[in-house]
């Protein structure tokens, strides 16, 4: 029999799992052709071609409420060898955020958002995630040598 902690703590993980869902992907395409799917989960996987850079556009239908987080994961997944990484290249499982942008769409208005006070579980040396929204699409947010993890 669960105790009544592990009870509420059920409840908290539900409700804050409840608090970051967004809303149904409307679209997610990318610049190159790759293909992306989107999951039950929320989840987006990435097949087909593979460029060395690639601009990726989702089109996403939040709650009607106020939003102040936007929460990415890089979720791992396995490669044709068996091995799991968060990349597109089983050779260099690795990542690279140069440029993220959120745009708010509403009728035919759209205006770019500011998005300020980022923070990662990890970052790469020398490629932190503040990187990923300075502007410079030469620098960005990678996760090596945790990129198997």
Do not use: C
């Amino acid at each position: 029999m669960k105790s009544q902690f592990a009870n509420a703590d059920e409840a908290a993980a539900r409700k804050e799992e409840g608090d970051w869902n967004f809303g149904p992907i409307e679209s997610a395409m990318s610049a190159s052709g790759a293909t992306l799917t989107t999951r039950n989960d929320g989840s987006i996987f990435f097949d087909g071609v593979a460029p060395a850079e690639d601009v990726y556009s989702l089109t996403l239908r939040l709650k009607p409420r106020r939003h102040t987080v936007l929460r990415i994961e890089a979720l791992p997944a396995k490669f044709t060898d068996g091995k799991v990484g968060v990349g597109r290249n089983p050779r260099d499982p690795n990542f690279g955020l140069s440029k993220l942008e959120v745009e708010l769409l509403s009728g035919q208005d759209h205006r770019l958002l500011k998005l300020t006070g980022s923070r990662a579980d990890y970052s790469q040396n020398g490629w932190p995630v503040t990187a990923a929204f300075d502007g410079d699409t030469k620098t960005g947010w990678a996760v090596s040598p945790r990129q198997r993890e």
